[in-house]
């Protein structure tokens, strides 16, 4: 036999050996598939021990003798406090509680719900009743949730009996008891609105709130009061119709959530004056303040949380002194009192005007101006061609497209990108109101067709 063959044949006797040791303890096709056979997943006690940074909850749970309810429960949801909430409290507290233990479980209670809820459903929910008794309020800020104004990070740890979700203080029940009824009760238990609450008190708005089926109500934050410049909030508080004509500004008579507040880009409130609504820089603005807080759901409603107060807009006494009193529209003016349409703009008839600046009409070719002055005919058919009848809004007269004017002729009113244009025209600013309508300032000047 040669050197291969003698190889060959010590191979081969070293595999049957292999074989003969290795057969018997894979005797059964079962045993290959070892790594297919579920694990049993922790329960909630057990994950926070694996966490290694919940030891200061896991002692309170053990001195309340909680520890095995959690362990044992069929669905909870918990609201964890690291060991780095506890040692935030203030010096001496913990060791109180400890002393305490009736004070401890009712702490501990308020961080527990029934059921296994997820972060997207407690947001969703906005409010949710803890064993304690009492509700916890679940929003959204800078894109993460958070309970009771403390972010929730990491949430949606997943026991075999319920969801954890991590928080880095710890939570302190409401020292008064309160039911969600409505969405006066989800202000007071944000803790964010206390001149809000104030304000709804001192103009008895505060019952229509509670007892309304259906409102949205962008609501500013105390921050946003203080905001206002110095005596603002004492003066309002002594002026209570004015008080009450910027909070139902602040008010919609339907509940609508943010997406569709901003498929609509406006929206009427019970004040009657329209918010604006649009996106830029990746906030939602309503007016000119930035939505925070989205779409806080309540029994009646949704609160759209703001960083500053809206004001209605100012209303001069008729569109002729609010085109005189601007300064912006000095040949506009010039011109409607030498045709006599001046008068028709002290009327108790409500109109729409698109008013050319001084500017606009400087780009006329020179002498159009002087020309039109000297033909007072042709000059009312331009001015005519400007107006519109009604007080209407520019999404409303967008959403018609073509709009009939006061000289028989129509403009097209249309919306690109949230700009708005009447033909050619760049409307710079809208909705400066008067008592018998509005004005929409645009950068040129409308020349109907011939």
């Known amino acids: 036999m040669n050197a291969i063959a003698t190889r060959l044949t010590s191979w081969l006797g070293l595999a049957t050996i292999a074989l003969g040791v290795f057969t018997p303890v894979t005797h059964s096709q079962a045993n290959w598939n070892w790594w297919k056979r579920p694990r049993p997943e922790p329960n909630l006690v057990q994950k926070l021990e694996q966490a290694g940074h919940y030891k200061t909850l896991l002692t309170a749970l053990e001195l309340t003798q909680l520890k095995d309810t959690v362990a044992q429960a069929e669905a909870l949801t918990i609201f ?78 997943r026991a075999s009996n319920g969801y954890i979700h991590s928080i880095g203080q710890v939570l302190l029940p409401p020292t008064e008891d309160i039911t969600i009824t409505s969405l006066l009760d989800v202000l007071k238990l944000d803790g964010r609105f206390n001149i809000l609450l104030a304000a709804l008190q001192a103009t008895g708005l505060e019952d229509a709130v509670a007892s309304s089926p259906a409102l949205t109500i962008f609501a500013p934050t105390d921050d946003a009061f203080n905001a206002l410049p110095a005596g603002t909030i004492p003066a309002l508080l002594n002026d209570l119709p004015t008080l009450t004509d910027i909070l139902l500004y602040h008010v919609l008579g339907q509940k609508t959530d943010a997406v569709a507040l901003l498929k609509a880009q406006h929206a009427t409130t019970l004040q009657g004056d329209n918010v604006a609504i649009k996106f830029n820089n990746w906030k939602i603005l309503i007016n000119e303040a930035t939505l925070i807080t989205p779409n806080v759901n309540g029994p009646n409603g949704y609160l759209q949380v703001i960083d500053s107060v809206l004001l209605p807009p100012t209303k001069e006494t008729t569109l002729l002194d609010l085109l005189k009193g601007d300064g912006r529209f000095t040949t506009l003016v010039a011109a409607l009192e030498a045709t006599d349409l001046d008068a028709a703009l002290t009327g108790v008839d409500p109109l729409t005007i698109f008013a050319p600046t001084d500017e606009a009409f400087s780009k006329l070719p020179a002498g159009t101006v002087e020309g039109l002055l000297n033909n007072p005919t042709a000059l009312s058919n331009i001015l005519l061609y400007h107006v519109v009848s009604g007080d209407r809004d520019l999404p409303g007269l967008a959403a018609d497209r073509s709009v009939a004017t006061l000289n028989g002729q129509k403009v097209q009113v249309w919306n690109w990108l949230h700009h708005y244009f009447v033909n ?17 300032v645009i950068n040129r000047v409308l020349l109907p067709p011939q």
């Open 80 to 157: 964890a406090p690291t060991d780095a909430a506890f040692a935030a409290l203030p010096a001496g507290t913990l060791a109180a509680l400890v002393n305490d233990t009736a004070a401890l479980k009712n702490i501990l209670l308020y961080h527990v719900l029934a059921g296994k809820i997820t972060s997207q459903e407690l947001l969703r929910r906005s409010t949710a009743t803890s064993l304690q008794g009492n509700p916890v309020l679940v929003t959204q800020e800078n894109w993460r949730p958070v309970v009771n104004g403390v972010a929730i990070h990491p949430a949606n740890i």
């Open 424 to 440: 050619r025209s760049y409307v710079q600013e809208k909705d400066l109101l008067a008592d018998n309508g509005r004005v929409h």
